[in-house]
């Protein structure tokens, strides 16, 4: 029979599923019914809402959580390296620019930001299958604290071209990243990166304090001739 710790690991676990599955169907019936749309030059205040309160319930309940902290501290990292691939589709923010759909103050930052994360982290994802001491390295958090700086100067542009009514013209500016379906990336895909990042930067933390390495590393393939039994 399971033991109790699993039992629990297994009911937080879906838990988790659950919430996020909820999440994201609440996020798509308000996003298409126009509830995080605002005129240009209005503060973008729901989408800072849908941004920020889906981050600030996830560290309440790590805060206060046992049973959440302890899975989000036995995460895999390589899973949330290779989710944080994905983050290479910014290039879709140039493209809208392009086409005159984003202004530029937000769409080449924001682009060229998660460009370089999705490309980096196809390496960040093969450094913890091969070395079992990447994961508690300075610079596997230093990649993480960029990954979450990329995602908060994407946000703060795109809110400040709204505000501020600044873009290519008086009527090309981010307010479109409020509209279904782009508003997904700003209030499901953001918080939902920004949390891994957080996960992944705490854990590499817990593992350099405690002089670990990360347990799902696999050994280095050395090559060389091979051994044919007679």
């Not at 046992?66 to 493209?95: E, Y």
Request: aromatic share 12%; glycine share 10%; with cysteine.
């Amino acid at each position: 029979m399971a033991s109790e710790d699993e039992k629990d690991n297994r009911e937080v676990k879906t838990a988790v599923w659950t919430v996020l599955l909820v999440w994201l169907v609440l996020t798509c019936i308000l996003g298409a019914n126009g509830t995080f749309a605002r005129e240009p030059g209005a503060p973008p205040l729901p989408i800072l809402a849908g941004v920020l309160t889906p981050i600030i319930l996830f560290l309440l309940a790590f805060r206060y959580t046992g049973s959440f902290r302890d899975l989000v501290m036995s995460l895999d990292l390589q899973l949330a390296a290779t989710v944080q691939a994905w983050r290479f589709a910014g290039m879709g923010f140039i493209a809208l620019y392009a086409y005159g759909v984003l202004p530029g103050l937000f769409a080449w930052p924001a682009g060229l930001g998660d460009m370089a994360i999705g490309i980096t982290a196809v390496w960040v994802m093969l450094a913890l299958r091969d070395r079992a001491d990447f994961a508690a390295s300075r610079l596997f958090r230093v990649w993480n604290l960029l990954g979450m700086l990329d995602l908060v100067v994407a946000i703060s542009l795109g809110a400040l071209s709204s505000v501020l009514g600044i873009g290519i013209s008086g009527k090309i500016t981010a307010f479109p990243m409020a509209l279904f379906p782009l508003v997904l990336i700003p209030v499901f895909l953001v918080p939902l990166f920004f949390m891994l990042h957080v996960a992944s930067w705490l854990q590499s933390i817990h593992l350099a304090e405690a002089g670990g390495t990360y347990r799902w590393a696999c050994p280095p393939v050395h090559g060389g001739p091979s051994e044919i039994p007679a």
